[in-house]
């Protein structure tokens, strides 16, 4: 029998993995700047995604130390600076 919980965390998760990288190459890319702050909504329509791939895929690259969360739940590309 089909396990539809599970094939619908599998296909969020390899969802969330294909958001995941293409925010990354936007970074290396330098598409987004410094200080810019991301927003769920505009990343999910630009995506053709729900929203909830894309907060996984920036709370990930938060956890990464690529972005920085702010207390109200926003996200923004950090400053480069030597140490980074």
Known sequence: ???????EKAQRLSLTMQVEVSLKNALIA???KPGARLITKEIADKLGTSITPVREAL???????ALHATPAQAFMVPEMTLER
């Open 59 to 65: 709370l990930r690259l938060v956890s990464a130390g």
């Open 30 to 32: 330098g598409a987004l």
């Open 1 to 7: 029998m089909l396990d539809l919980e599970n094939l």
